[in-house]
């Protein structure tokens, strides 16, 4: 398959997945996860429409997106992956949104930048240790300190544990989202995008499906 082709396939499972659970296809923003992929595989998959990319390290984004930025000025780029502090300054000039916002002190972080990236709190829905992601209990204090900034709340974010049944965790964060009047849900990878935006997701994070047959 081309990677047009592969973005078509992509787009009419998501349309699918909302049309079964009655939503708006355009209400879901396909977000295609370009970590490790080279100048060239972007750039067919731009030529193809795509316009919403997502990278996890810093230093991987900034070494190869501005020049492709400069070719494509209307391309929107997502910080998916955990951030460092230190690296807040070059994040909130490269990403138009951050995913993972997860702790007060990357929140002064990006304050200190004097820019206003839109922000999505990542939460760690499976409370597994090793994992980014604000704690369950600690969400509504950081949710609250996040609205007194001057950052956007766009949405809650997570990464469920692996395993087959990420459907419960899914529920959770977009229960989450509702009890906290936040609109946005970013959920879904390659292996279940679809049961994502059945479960209300606003942005599918897509690597893999889309970039290999
Ligand atoms: C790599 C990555 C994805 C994409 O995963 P695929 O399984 O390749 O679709 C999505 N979200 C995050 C946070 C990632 O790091």
């Known amino acids: 398959m081309t990677p047009a082709d592969r973005l078509t396939s992509i787009r009419e499972r998501i349309a699918k997945a909302a049309r079964l659970a009655k939503r708006d296809p355009a209400d879901i923003t396909l977000i295609a996860v370009s970590k490790t992929r080279t100048a060239g595989e972007i750039e067919a998959l731009i030529a193809a429409g795509q316009r919403d990319f997502g990278e996890s390290r810093v230093q991987e984004a900034a070494d190869k997106w501005p020049e492709l930025l400069a070719r494509h000025p209307d391309v929107r780029l997502h910080m998916i992956g955990r ?6 300054e ?7 949104t951050i995913h993972s916002l997860d702790r007060p002190s990357l929140l002064d972080a990006l304050v200190l930048t004097g820019r206003t990236p839109d922000c999505m709190v990542q939460v760690n829905v499976g409370e597994e240790e090793q994992k980014g992601g604000v704690a369950l209990a600690d969400l509504p204090a950081f949710l609250e300190q996040v609205r007194a900034s001057p950052l956007p709340l766009a949405g809650l974010m997570a990464i469920p544990p692996l395993g087959p049944r990420p459907g419960p965790y899914f529920a959770l964060l977009a229960k989450l989202a509702r009890r906290h009047g936040v609109t946005g849900l970013s959920i879904g990878m390659s292996a279940d995008f679809e049961t994502a935006v059945m479960l209300g997701a606003t942005h599918v994070r897509v690597g893999t499906a889309l970039f290999e047959d």
Do not use: D, M, P, V
């Open 90 to 96: 070059e994040a909130a000039a490269l990403f138009g």
């Open 83 to 88: 951030l460092q502090s230190n690296k807040a």
